[in-house]
Structure formats: structure tokens, C-alpha cells
């Protein structure tokens, strides 16, 4: 060991890291592979993920595989065991010589632990979760009291054992197959839309309090569309959003509105985003994506902290958040009643300002 309490990594053949989270996590991590990578050029570096987030991963030229944990509805209690039993016996049979898990939940920290791995880092759970299981731990990361983007919390592992990224190194990673393009663009050729010719906006979120209220989303859309901007709007497929949509589009009659809500995949909606002129989103995955595409992107924050999850190098992202004194709070709105005010009070007028500074006027 040297100073700091670093590991020697010259041995090191088999990296795995692991991220069990939503989306945006994931995307967010994309940096620690190319770091990984660039400090020990002969490793090979494998992830394991949630399956339904793993098209964030995908086509990453620094990941040699991906492991898949397999969240869906409808699974057995004995099926997840089987499941788990099954991807901790494969982890353990790749003889990795380093694992880091980038989340605090039980289930990394013991997939961290059966593998084997001589060097296992892993987040300070601080007595979150199995009492003592900063123990599996070789080599504990400490977490920053101030506010810190998530990249940077991510790429804190790596500095723990004294891998330390270089500034160019730092940039998002969002792969889009050509098959994906192809058939994202078509979906718009059959809407009579070209690239750089509509505004998307993604209204929704997997958690739904992180949402702007259809009312407003639908005045800015009728905005637009008296500025001849058409739009295009999109979600996740979960029936909520799905609704939320549907109602947002009864909202807006007699504007040019396309509807893409839940019909479009990972890699099809970062077509999608690369394609329009730009993107208007809350605090979800779709800004993420952006960013790692350095696309126009406005992002409306309410509950959550632009300063953790903001968009990252983007040098055409923008933020619009109120200033209360209470937010960020991460709460499921207030007093956690699923609403919060810092979100819903955000006015059509500076959404509007910051949109069309990004797009200018349609062509």
C-alpha cells in the first residue's frame, strides 16, 4: 500500500463495476469506464445493471460486458432468488480482481462480496440497510457533505484507490445505434417532420411529483405553435405518463402536436432528442441524454438539486428552478403529498425565454 491507502492495480485483469439504479444513474457512470480503462489499459471492464436500464450502457466501447439484473413485475419471490443465485454464482466465476459498487443497496454490496475480488469499493452506506456491511468493503468512499454532481460522486470510487480522471475524461457517453436512428427518423418522416425542425418535450418523469402540471405544459405548447415551432412530445411507457400525455395533448387543440409517448425505445428517443432543434424535460433521463449528446436542453427543477443531477458539461443546457429557501428538499413534493410548490409555481413566461433562446426561430 501507498499513501492514501491505495491498492496496487498493476495485477488487476478483471474490473466489474456496479450500478443497480434507475436510467440516469446509469448513463451518469458512463465516464468511470473510460477512466477505468485509460488507468489500466490490459483490464477488461464488465458492468452489471438493472436489465431495463441497460441500453444506457449499451455500445459502450470501454465496456467488454454487461450483467443483467432482470426488476420486472410478475416475478416470484423465488424466481428473483434463482435470478440472484444464478448472476452471483457467473460474477464469482469471472474471477474479478476488482469490483466497485457505486450504490449503497444491499444487493451490490453482496454481489461485491461473493465475487471474490481481492479489492472491493463501495460507498459509505452510512447504517443504511444489513448493519455493518461497510465491512464487505476493502476500501470504503467517502461521501461529500456539499452539494457534488453525480458524476463526481461516481467518480469518487476511482479516486479512493487512486485513479484520478483527467478533465476531458469526464464527458457522458450515449451510444445511438444506426438501426435506432433509422427508425426514429422515419417515425418523424411519417409525422411531415425533418431534424432541427420541432421542439421535443419529454413532460414527465418515472416519479411523477417531479412533473410540471399539464396545464402549463400545454400553454407553452400553444406558444410554440403561435410561433410556428410544431412539437413532439414523449415518455416512458408506464400507463401514468402515458395519461399524462393523452391529457396534455386534449389540452392543445388545434396545435401541431405529435404524439411518441411510450412508442419509442432508449435508443430511438436519444435519436429523437439529437434530431430536435431542442428539448424541453424535468429532472429525468431524457436531460441526461442530452448531455451526453451536448444537445440544446431547458430542464425544469423542483424537489431535486440541479447542482447533484443538473445537466453535465453541457454547454447548451439550461436550468430553471425558483429560488425557495427549501429546495432542494428531495421530497416527493411537499410533506411528501406527491405535489411541490418550488415545481408547480414555475411559470409558462421563463420556460418559454429559455426555449426559444435555444431554438431561435423554425425554419
Given at each position: 500500500?501507498?499513501?492514501?491507502?491505495?491498492?496496487?492495480?498493476?495485477?488487476?485483469?478483471?474490473?466489474?463495476?456496479?450500478?443497480?439504479?434507475?436510467?440516469?444513474?446509469?448513463?451518469?457512470?458512463?465516464?468511470?469506464?473510460?477512466?477505468?480503462?485509460?488507468?489500466?489499459?490490459?483490464?477488461r471492464?464488465?458492468?452489471?445493471?438493472?436489465?431495463?436500464?441497460?441500453?444506457m450502457?449499451?455500445?459502450?466501447?470501454?465496456?467488454?460486458?454487461?450483467?443483467?439484473?432482470?426488476?420486472?413485475?410478475?416475478?416470484?419471490?423465488?424466481?428473483?432468488?434463482?435470478?440472484?443465485?444464478?448472476?452471483?454464482?457467473l460474477?464469482?466465476?469471472?474471477?474479478?480482481?476488482?469490483?466497485?459498487?457505486?450504490?449503497?443497496?444491499?444487493?451490490?454490496?453482496?454481489?461485491?462480496?461473493?465475487?471474490?475480488?481481492?479489492?472491493?469499493?463501495?460507498?459509505?452506506?452510512?447504517?443504511e440497510?444489513?448493519?455493518?456491511?461497510?465491512?464487505?468493503?476493502?476500501?470504503?468512499?467517502?461521501?461529500?457533505?456539499?452539494?457534488?454532481?453525480?458524476?463526481?460522486?461516481?467518480?469518487?470510487?476511482?479516486?479512493?484507490?487512486?485513479?484520478?480522471p483527467?478533465?476531458?475524461?469526464?464527458?457522458?457517453?450515449?451510444?445511438?445505434?444506426?438501426?435506432?436512428?433509422?427508425?426514429a427518423?422515419?417515425?418523424?418522416?411519417?409525422?411531415?417532420?425533418?431534424?432541427?425542425?420541432?421542439?421535443?418535450?419529454?413532460?414527465?418523469?418515472?416519479?411523477?411529483?417531479?412533473?410540471?402540471?399539464?396545464?402549463r405544459?400545454?400553454?407553452?405548447?400553444?406558444?410554440?405553435?403561435?410561433?410556428?415551432?410544431?412539437?413532439?412530445?414523449?415518455?416512458?411507457?408506464?400507463?401514468?405518463?402515458?395519461?399524462?400525455?393523452?391529457?396534455?395533448?386534449?389540452?392543445?387543440?388545434?396545435?401541431?402536436?405529435?404524439?411518441?409517448a411510450?412508442?419509442?425505445?432508449?435508443?430511438?428517443?436519444?435519436?429523437?432528442?439529437?434530431?430536435?432543434?431542442?428539448?424541453?424535460c424535468?429532472?429525468?433521463?431524457p436531460?441526461?441524454?442530452?448531455?451526453?449528446?451536448?444537445h440544446?436542453?431547458?430542464?425544469?427543477?423542483?424537489?431535486?438539486?440541479?447542482r447533484?443531477?443538473?445537466?453535465?458539461?453541457?454547454?447548451?443546457?439550461?436550468?430553471?428552478?425558483?429560488?425557495?429557501?427549501?429546495?432542494?428538499?428531495?421530497?416527493?413534493?411537499?410533506?411528501?403529498?406527491?405535489?411541490?410548490?418550488?415545481?408547480?409555481s414555475?411559470?409558462?413566461?421563463?420556460?418559454?425565454?429559455?426555449?426559444?433562446?435555444?431554438?431561435?426561430?423554425?425554419?
Amino acid at each position: 500500500m501507498s499513501y492514501g491507502d491505495y491498492p496496487n492495480l498493476d495485477a488487476v485483469e478483471r474490473v466489474l463495476v456496479i450500478k443497480l439504479r434507475q436510467h440516469g444513474d446509469v448513463l451518469l457512470t458512463s465516464p468511470v469506464y473510460r477512466v477505468l480503462r485509460r488507468a489500466m489499459p490490459r483490464a477488461r471492464v464488465d458492468a452489471y445493471v438493472y436489465r431495463d436500464a441497460a441500453p444506457m450502457l449499451e455500445g459502450h466501447p470501454d465496456i467488454a460486458q454487461l450483467h443483467r439484473f432482470d426488476r420486472s413485475d410478475g416475478r416470484s419471490l423465488g424466481e428473483r432468488a434463482g435470478q440472484e443465485w444464478r448472476l452471483a454464482r457467473l460474477i464469482r466465476g469471472e474471477r474479478y480482481d476488482l469490483v466497485i459498487n457505486l450504490t449503497d443497496g444491499d444487493r451490490g454490496v453482496f454481489t461485491a462480496w461473493l465475487s471474490g475480488a481481492t479489492c472491493r469499493v463501495g460507498v459509505d452506506p452510512l447504517g443504511e440497510g444489513v448493519p455493518w456491511k461497510e465491512r464487505l468493503y476493502t476500501h470504503v468512499v467517502k461521501r461529500c457533505a456539499t452539494p457534488r454532481h453525480m458524476v463526481e460522486q461516481n467518480l469518487d470510487a476511482l479516486r479512493r484507490i487512486g485513479i484520478f480522471p483527467t478533465q476531458e475524461e469526464r464527458d457522458l457517453l450515449f451510444v445511438i445505434p444506426a438501426d435506432a436512428e433509422a427508425s426514429a427518423r422515419e417515425r418523424l418522416r411519417a409525422a411531415g417532420l425533418t431534424p432541427g425542425a420541432y421542439i421535443l418535450i419529454h413532460p414527465t418523469s418515472r416519479w411523477l411529483f417531479k412533473s410540471w402540471p399539464t396545464a402549463r405544459v400545454a400553454e407553452l405548447i400553444r406558444s410554440l405553435d403561435g410561433r410556428g415551432w410544431p412539437v413532439v412530445l414523449s415518455s416512458g411507457p408506464d400507463e401514468r405518463e402515458t395519461s399524462m400525455v393523452d391529457d396534455i395533448v386534449k389540452r392543445t387543440s388545434g396545435a401541431r402536436v405529435i404524439n411518441l409517448a411510450g412508442r419509442l425505445t432508449l435508443k430511438e428517443l436519444g435519436a429523437v432528442i439529437a434530431a430536435s432543434r431542442c428539448l424541453l424535460c424535468m429532472d429525468s433521463v431524457p436531460m441526461h441524454m442530452a448531455s451526453a449528446l451536448t444537445h440544446p436542453v431547458v430542464a425544469l427543477f423542483g424537489p431535486s438539486s440541479e447542482r447533484a443531477w443538473g445537466p453535465w458539461r453541457n454547454p447548451r443546457g439550461r436550468v430553471v428552478a425558483l429560488d425557495y429557501s427549501c429546495r432542494p428538499c428531495n421530497l416527493d413534493g411537499c410533506g411528501g403529498s406527491k405535489v411541490s410548490d418550488c415545481l408547480h409555481s414555475i411559470p409558462v413566461e421563463p420556460v418559454l425565454a429559455q426555449v426559444l433562446s435555444l431554438a431561435g426561430a423554425p425554419a
